[in-house]
């Protein structure tokens, strides 16, 4: 579904990705992680259209969708669950989620906002609540459910556990093998190593701009410099 190939990102002249490449196969979970500054997030924005690419190729459904402007992208079902949540925090939790649905018509809004509220019940009683008053977890699932209103075919997520609450993480956790059962296909970013090879099928580990590793998650979670880097063993 999402093949991306000798990819090489960077800030103006400053490049930080250095020809990486990885697919994600339809209704898969996949995760990239990889030590803090390794090039995780310039890699989803670039995906997400919100970075020009130096070279390499991006394809989704066999499209290439390298350098299209970021709506372009969303209208063909990629949403992203940005770092650091990004909710309008002057807007309300309703309001947050309606924009989430702006590539479809409004009038098709009503159900998924009902299974917004049913999947993440705590948005429902907060939902005329502006959303910068809410806790950080609470702000995380107004930013996973924006995404999912746009009904994506692709759903990534960047950091989804960052600054959460233990408790709560393992409800992101639980509502990213949610995600998962209905048919969404992931791709994950995430700092916790041992959340991701367990909520995703395979991973790859990114250091300094390069894909170092790869594998299943449970070939992952058994090699040895893998436990010592991310898993702490
Ligand atoms: N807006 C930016 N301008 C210049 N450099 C950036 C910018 N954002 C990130 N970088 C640099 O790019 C590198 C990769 O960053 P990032 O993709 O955010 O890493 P990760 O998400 O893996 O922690 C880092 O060295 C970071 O300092
Ligand atoms: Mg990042």
């Known amino acids: ?115 917004m509220m049913q999947m993440f019940p705590r948005l429902r009683e907060r939902a005329k609540q502006l959303a910068g008053t809410l806790s950080g977890g609470e702000q995380e699932m107004v930013a996973i459910a924006r995404a999912l209103m746009a009904r994506p075919k692709l759903c990534i997520f960047d950091e989804p556990s960052l600054g959460i609450a233990p408790r709560v993480v393992d409800e992101i956790e639980d509502t990213l093998r949610r995600i998962k059962a209905t048919g969404v296909t992931i791709l994950l970013v995430e700092q916790s190593v041992s959340m991701a090879l367990r909520v995703a099928d395979r991973a790859y580990v990114l250091e300094a701009g390069q894909i170092v590793l790869q594998g299943s998650s449970a070939e992952l979670a058994d090699n040895a410099s893998v436990q010592n880097a991310y898993l702490g063993h």
Do not use: W
Not at 9 to 23: D, E, I, K, R
Not at 36 to 57: D, E, F, M, Q, V
Not at 104 to 111: A, E, H, K, T, V
């Open 1 to 115: 579904m999402l093949d991306v190939k000798d990819l090489r990102v960077g800030y103006g002249p400053a490049q930080v990705v250095h020809g990486v490449s990885f697919q994600v196969g339809a209704g898969e979970c996949v995760s990239l992680i990889g030590p803090n500054g390794a090039g995780k997030s310039t890699i989803l924005k670039a995906i997400c259209g919100l970075l020009p690419i130096l070279g390499g190729a991006i394809r989704f459904d066999g499209q290439d969708i390298a350098n299209q402007p970021g709506y372009r992208i969303a209208e063909r079902g990629i949403a992203m669950c940005p770092e650091g949540r990004q909710v309008f925090p002057e807007m309300t939790v309703l309001e947050n989620l309606r924009l989430g649905g702006y590539t479809r018509r409004r009038s098709d809004l009503r159900p998924d906002l009902d299974e």
